[in-house]
């Protein structure tokens, strides 16, 4: 099968997942449940936004969760300004994709080593975690919004209909966009992939030198992804602070480090992978939170290490292996995102 | 009369690592067309050379012309840009990727997606690999490697196509064979051959110039190259008089 024709497939089979789950749950779950699927759809595309940067273009972003909080900040911020959180989206998506460029754009263009990468990226998001902790007092407020510090911004005003600022969208309303956003974006990744832009970005990260000394200028490429995927984080946060609220937690090291777990377990350079190990780790630490005296991290930690050391690849490429040498007759390319030979 | 400037030359290129300079004032020229052989010992700065000309190291000082216009500290890609095709020592290929869409991808950026198509089918063909397309480039052999990255390097059609240690790893038949398809590549492209065999010098038998101590020891042709005490010296490991 062609790429474009695995993509097709692959985004076929998302839609028929996404419009099923707009279909059943709102009905099916009760409201807590229901915030709680919202959130999970937004940390999935926390996830995909990692798994974007990191599998498509190489980088290993620590700090996803900045764009992630910068976003979701944003959204506040504007939408208690505007009045209207239809047009804040706008707004948070450009802070978070502008942050993303200049970030980027002084590690790509100076050429920082992928390690430094890693722990600049860890320390931005912690700089902005010990910012926003600090910002309690009257006089941390942008126009009528205050900032909050440690307790963040609990009036973070809910998404509306375009135009309707008093026709706040409900929480089954907010879900389904939630939906659709994690879908467009899976779609958008998965289609990026496709165009010479995106080849060019797997390439690089097969092999940096190869591709620029074919004439490809690595850095503006990384700097594409990188961008794309910092976009992707702040629609994350966009989301969340419509289930939760804003507050310095988005850019904390627990939450920074989840989502690069997610995509190890997930398995790097999957898309799908990544975000359903968001989902299930999300439930599994949910579920771990409510048996008294255990703290969930512990659980996570131990999730990490069992994958690191038992599925090396993540969970999907090593469940695609062995799909393909379970087949009578094993083809060299399966329907796998990324083309992989069997063991020979 | 002025002389149309030649394809690419260097004038008076140094390169220094600390208190080590690793090649000294080498002006070398290459004309269009032309198939240069490089060659020299180990550690005689080749592969410096070789790296300041794909824009891999910025020069200390001295000057890279292409076509008479000053590119001296071009990062690798805008070298690649001019029109020069580069092949490194050790192969560098994208190992995740089918072999057909490195190749495509060296097309792609100068041509449409179907034109890439037929330049890589025609690059695989031309180096004998169209078998290997849909192989991940990471599961070749290594004589393989070297093809594919060839046929790399040739898709887009390089004015100049510079090749580090072609034969590196090879044995003496596949030495033989490669360096009949390097005179073969050079009937549509100027070639820049770095190498240290010797038999790979002679089944070449084209202008070569000879390196030693980071400098340009002698240039001339194959034959009277092979036949030089001086090379012989320098290769023997006496000290060159």
Known sequence: ??????????????????????????????????????????????????????????????????????????????????????????????????????????????????????????????????????????????????????????????????????????????????????????????????????????????????????????????????????????????????????????????????????????????????????????????????????DPNLLLGGVLLLAVVAVPRGLLPTAQSLLVRLRPRPRRRGAEERPMAPAE | MTAPPPLLATEELTMRFGGVVAVDRVSVSIAEGELRCLIGPNGAGKSTFFRCLTGQYRPTSGRVLWRGRDVTGFDPFRMARLGIGIKTQVPALFDGLPVVEGVRLAARRLHGERESRRLADAALDRLGIAHLADRPAGLLAHGQRQLAELATVVAPGPDLVILDEPTAGMGAEETARTAGLIRELNRDHAVVVVEHDMQFIRAIARTVTVFHQGRVLVQDSADRVLTDPRVRDVYLGRAAA
């Open chain 1, 1 to 294: 099968m062609t790429a474009a024709g695995r993509a097709a497939l692959h985004i076929g089979a998302a839609a028929a997942l996404a419009a099923a789950a707009v279909t059943v749950l709102p009905g099916a779950l009760e409201l807590f449940a229901l915030i709680n699927a919202t959130v999970w759809a937004a940390m999935a595309l926390l996830a995909l936004s990692l798994a974007f940067a990191w599998g498509a273009g190489g980088i290993l972003c620590f700090g996803q969760t900045a764009f992630f909080g910068l976003g979701g900040y944003a959204y506040a911020v504007a939408g208690i300004n505007f009045g209207d959180g239809a047009l804040a989206v706008p707004v948070a998506l450009a802070v978070a994709t502008l942050a993303a460029a200049a970030l980027g754009w002084l590690m790509f263009y100076g050429r920082v080593g992928d390690v430094y990468m890693g722990v600049i990226t860890l320390t931005v998001t912690l700089i902005l975690f010990k910012f926003a902790n600090s910002t309690a007092g009257e006089q941390w407020r942008i126009g009528a919004a205050p900032l909050g510090g440690f307790n963040g911004i609990p009036q973070t005003p809910p998404l509306n209909w375009p135009g309707e600022p008093d026709n706040a969208l409900t929480p089954e309303q907010v879900f389904v966009f939630a939906v659709l956003c994690l879908f467009g974006c899976y779609a958008a990744v998965k289609l990026v992939l496709l165009t010479r832009f995106g080849r060019v970005a797997v390439a690089i990260k097969e092999n940096e030198l190869r591709a620029e000394l074919l004439g490809y200028d690595v850095r503006a490429h990384r700097l594409g992804v990188f961008t794309i995927g910092g976009a992707m984080a702040g629609l994350a946060g966009v989301l969340f602070a419509n289930c939760v609220f804003v507050s310095p937690t988005m850019f904390s090291l627990a939450y920074a480090g989840q989502v690069v777990i997610w995509v190890l377990v997930g398995g790097v350079g999957t898309f799908a992978g990544p975000m359903a190990a968001c989902v299930a780790l999300q439930a599994l630490t949910a579920w771990a939170g409510t048996v008294p005296g255990f």
